[in-house]
């Protein structure tokens, strides 16, 4: 299983960008589009402080089908009231009528600032005339969705016939139960919608919802997902797999963007009481920040690692079971710290990908979660966010 080595749309699918006044440069609204029907499932953020597109999305997903979807980047229309509902509405209203598509079959996605009022009039002055510059190129949708990312992200891969195309953003408050991330994800395969939600929740859980830059959860994050049929029927197992596949490199490309990151940070967790307590031993290991220092640092520091391990008390943890890996060298055995080459280690951190293993010999449970090291970076590109 591989990606294409260039990102294309799939049958029936194309996309565009400009600027439409929200940013003084640089593209910042986009429009994904397909010619046809096309079933569709999608996840929203758990955070309790939703944006108005997050609760009018999960409105319009109940209908099972889309047409098209329009982002806007710069300003995230969280924390905006009725306004706010009503600015939403109006995106979907203005790309209907450009497209001549119900207005129901149109979904929107907003990120960005939180609790600035939507410019929407230069969204919907931006969308005039935007159906005559569709084009076939994914990356030119990407452009459109971005914030803090450093480049646009775009990735494709086949199953059968068909092909499965994923474009999505996110440099900074990514810790999901989802994982601002914003996922979109087109196939021209023929999957009913209630398959597609399944398959797509199935590859979310192992993929996205594994993805941790820096604990906070999006009050926008969302992964649609749609499927128009044209390319026919395929082998759900394969289709299936093929998602999971692209999902998890779509949030390794993700990771490695993360707000000043210079690595991608893995770590596996395995023999766990359970995949539920492996999940949490994973993300807790991955959001540390004084692990995520170690990794920035090529510091070979295994206290930190145990230390982690250990402050999940809520977890079955057998100190003198454990097994601990530093890029696939052991470094922890029998309780105590194994002599290895320091040295050797510290030139392995200073490359990416970086990887921690534990292994806690109790049970079955496995799970890999993806995030990044922190720098001095993260604090710059946040400290001023608001002002950017």
């Known amino acids: 299983m591989k990606l294409h080595q260039k990102a294309i749309m799939p049958q029936g699918f194309q996309c565009t960008s400009r600027n439409c006044g929200l940013k003084d440069e640089g593209r910042d ?12 499932a999608g996840v929203f953020t758990k955070n309790k402080f939703p944006g108005a597109s997050v609760i009018l999305g999960r409105e319009i997903m109940r209908n099972g089908c889309l047409r098209a979807i329009i982002v806007n980047s710069k ?59 569709l084009v076939d190129d994914p990356v030119v949708g990407a452009k459109g969705i971005m914030t803090t990312d450093t480049y646009p992200k775009a990735i494709s891969a086949s199953v059968d016939d068909a092909t499965i195309t994923i474009i999505g953003k996110g440099s900074g408050m990514i810790e999901p139960n989802m994982a601002t991330m914003l996922v979109y994800i087109f196939t021209d395969a023929k999957i009913e919608t209630p398959m597609l939600d399944e398959i797509l929740r199935d ?79 994973a993300k807790t290991l991955i959001n540390s920040p004084l692990i995520k220092t170690m990794i920035y640092g090529a510091d070979p520091n295994i206290g930190r690692i145990l230390m982690a391990i250990g402050k999940c008390i809520t977890c079955e943890i057998i100190p003198e079971k454990i097994e601990v890996r530093i890029n696939n060298r052991l470094v ?24 921690i293993s534990a292994d806690l010999n109790i049970g ?25």
């Open 203 to 281: 590859s979310v859980a192992d993929s996205f919802n594994m993805l941790s830059v820096d604990t906070d959860t999006s009050t926008s994050d969302t992964c649609i997902a749609m499927a128009n049929g044209l390319a026919g029927a395929v082998d759900k197992k394969r289709f299936s797999d093929t998602l999971q596949f692209a999902c998890i490199e779509m949030t390794k490309m993700l990771a490695r963007d993360g707000e000043g990151a210079t690595k991608l940070l893995v770590v596996n967790v395995t023999g766990a009481r359970s995949k539920n307590e492996a999940k949490m031993i």
């Open 75 to 133: 300003v995230s229309n969280v924390g905006t009231g009725p306004e706010g509902i009503r600015n939403a509405q109006r995106m979907a209203v203005a790309v209907s009528k450009e497209f001549n598509i119900p207005e129901n079959e149109v979904i929107m996605s907003s990120t960005g600032v939180i609790a600035k009022p939507l410019p929407i009039k230069k969204i919907e002055h931006g969308v005039q005339g935007i159906s005559k510059e």
């Open 29 to 40: 609204i986009a429009i994904f589009y397909s010619k046809v029907r096309a079933n569709a």
């Open 364 to 388: 079955s449970g496995n799970a890999t979660a993806y995030g990044c090291d922190l720098t001095e970076g993260y604090i710059k590109e946040n400290a001023a966010y608001y002002s950017s």
């Open 332 to 355: 922890y055995l029998n309780q105590n710290r194994v002599d290895f080459d320091e040295t050797e280690i510290r030139n392995t951190l200073r490359g990416d990908p970086a990887e």
